[in-house]
């Protein structure tokens, strides 16, 4: 019977055939190792840093030679990263952009990579490493 029903449904044109589905796009892990702090940006402390990515929005006060460690998050494909001082953030006192870099899934399986952040007299490095 369901033969019969299939077959009829073919020849009336209600059926259509359906590309089979490709596996899930894999997701990477993007796995901070640190971030560290060279030079600090202001002159009477510890910079605010603030590393932004994959919606997330870490925070941390560094002085110079100190680092911090950002959280892991899932990926696929790149994503951008924003290393910010954060200060007042208004027009008197804004926050100072020190630089951006792109992870890549590429990157995946390629051990620590590192990233050089220089911006408003500071130097930040981020180590980190792309897995599965």
Not at 77 to 86: K, P
């Amino acid at each position: 019977m369901r033969r019969f029903l299939l077959a009829v449904a073919m020849s009336a044109g209600l059926l259509v055939s359906v590309p089979a589905l490709t596996a899930a796009a894999s997701a990477e892990t993007f796995v901070p190792v640190r971030l560290t702090v060279w030079d600090t940006e202001d002159w009477t402390g510890a910079d605010e840093v603030s590393m932004r990515y994959l919606g997330n929005d870490w925070q941390m006060p560094l002085n110079n030679n100190q680092f911090g460690v950002p959280d892991a998050k899932t990926f696929s494909g790149s994503f951008g990263i924003e290393v910010l001082d954060l200060d007042l953030g208004n027009w008197m006192d804004p926050h100072d952009l020190i630089g951006t870099h792109t992870v890549s899934a590429e990157q995946k399986g390629r051990g620590e990579q590192s990233a050089h952040f220089f911006g408003h007299g500071a130097h930040y490095e981020l180590r980190y490493r792309v897995e599965d």
